[in-house]
C-alpha cells in the first residue's frame, strides 16, 4: 500500500522515480478505509532532504498513511524556501486540536547546546506534553530521541570527547521485540552526533527498555516499556551520500574532521560509498508502524493517546470496525546551534 502526501510535494517525484507507489490526495480519498494519520515533526535544517528520506521508509509498507508535516513556530528555517513551508508544513497551533495515530520527531543539530538553551524547547515540549493525550505512538530520532527521553524520563545527554560518526555495527539486545522482528543479530547503522545517552541509565529507568546497542557508537535503540515512545539514537533514514555530504561540508568550512568510520570503500572519500543499513532501517520503520502503531492504534482516533490497551500486555480484541488482536509476537515480548546548520542531527 502507499504513502498518502500532497501531490506537488518534492519529493513525490523523487518517490516515483525509485519506482516507490506514492498516492495522490485525490485517489486517496476515493478508497472506502481509514489511512493512518502521522505527524512528521522536522526538526532538520534541510527539511526537503530530510522530508524525502523519512517518507522514503514509511512509504514502503502495506499501509496507507496520511502525513502531516510540522515545523515549529518559535524558530526561522534558513535552508528551505518560506514558499515550501507555507505549501506542505504546518504549526502546532493548527493542529494541537488533532490526533494522530504517530509522531515522527526528528533530529536537529543542536545537541551541544543544553535542551533548555535550544530557542524552540519551550514549543517542542508543549507538543511532546500534547502527544500524551493525542498521539498513540511516538518515534524519536537522534537528537530528537535524546530530546524525548530526556522530557519524559529524566534522562541526560552526554558530551563526547570526539563526535561519533559513520556506519557501525550493532547488537539486538532484546531481540523477543517485535521491533527488531527480522533484523539480523548484528546489523549496520550511521551515527552523526556529538554527544550520547548512557545505556546504564536506561537500564536502570523501569519504565525504559533496551532494544539494541553498539560497542563503538553506544546506545542504539530504547523504548518504553508502554510503547508509547520509541528512541532512535542513530540515523537510520539517511542515504548512502548522506554522511559524505556531511563530511564534505565540514571540511569546507575548515574544520578538522575524520573520515566517517566504516563507510568510505578503503577509507577513500573518493570512492562511492554503499548504504549497508537499508534493509535494517526499513524493518525498523515497518514493524514499528505494524506492531505499535496499526495493530494498536484505536479505529477512533479521538481514543488516540489513552491508556487503555497500551503496552506489551495488551490482549483481546479491540471494539467493532478496529483492527483485530494484537499480534502473538507483541504479547511473547512480556516476560552549537548555528554554527553547525548542516545535515546532522
Known amino acids: 500500500m502507499p504513502i498518502k502526501i500532497p501531490d506537488a510535494l518534492p519529493a513525490t517525484d523523487v518517490l516515483e522515480g525509485e519506482n516507490i507507489f506514492v498516492m495522490t490526495e485525490y485517489r486517496a480519498i476515493h478508497q472506502d478505509i481509514r489511512p493512518l494519520k502521522l505527524v512528521l515533526l522536522n526538526l532538520m535544517p534541510t527539511k526537503i532532504v530530510t522530508e524525502t528520506q523519512i517518507l522514503r521508509k514509511l512509504s514502503n509498507t502495506p499501509l496507507q498513511i496520511e502525513v502531516s508535516l510540522l515545523q515549529t513556530a518559535s524558530h526561522t528555517a534558513k535552508n528551505v524556501s518560506e514558499q515550501h513551508l507555507d505549501a506542505f508544513y504546518t504549526t502546532f497551533d493548527e493542529i494541537k486540536d488533532q490526533h494522530f495515530d504517530g509522531m515522527i520527531i526528528t533530529g536537529a543539530p543542536v545537541e551541544l547546546l543544553d535542551f533548555e538553551d535550544v530557542d524552540y524547547w519551550d514549543e517542542l515540549t508543549r507538543i511532546m506534553a500534547w502527544s500524551a493525550a493525542n498521539v498513540h505512538s511516538t518515534f524519536h530520532i537522534c537528537w530528537g530521541a535524546q530530546a524525548g527521553i530526556y522530557y519524559h524520563y529524566g534522562i541526560p545527554k552526554y558530551e563526547l570527547p570526539e563526535k561519533i560518526f559513520g556506519v557501525f555495527d550493532h547488537d539486538v539486545v532484546k531481540p523477543s521485540s517485535p521491533l527488531v522482528r527480522g533484523f539480523n543479530d548484528t546489523f549496520k547503522a550511521p551515527h552523526s552526533r556529538y554527544t550520547e545517552v548512557h545505556a546504564a541509565d536506561i537500564e536502570a529507568h523501569p519504565d525504559l527498555e533496551l532494544i539494541a546497542v553498539s560497542s563503538e557508537a553506544g546506545v542504539y535503540i530504547a523504548k518504553s516499556t508502554d510503547s508509547r515512545h520509541f528512541f532512535v539514537f542513530g540515523h537510520p533514514e539517511y542515504d548512502a551520500e548522506t554522511l559524505m555530504a556531511e563530511y564534505k561540508r565540514d571540511i569546507a568550512k575548515g574544520l578538522d574532521m575524520p573520515l566517517p568510520r566504516h563507510y568510505f570503500p578503503n ?41 487503555e490497551g497500551r503496552g506489551e500486555q495488551a490482549t483481546g480484541k479491540r471494539a467493532e470496525g478496529e483492527r483485530g488482536e494484537r499480534a502473538e509476537g507483541e504479547r511473547a515480548e512480556q516476560g552549537g546551534q548555528g554554527d553547525r546548520d548542516g545535515l546532522d542531527g
Open 267 to 307: 577509507d577513500d572519500p573518493a570512492q562511492t560509498p554503499h548504504a549497508t543499513w537499508r534493509a535494517h532501517a526499513q524493518l525498523l520503520y515497518t514493524n514499528w508502524l505494524n506492531y505499535y502503531v496499526y495493530q494498536t492504534t484505536p479505529y477512533d482516533l479521538a481514543k488516540a493517546g489513552g491508556v
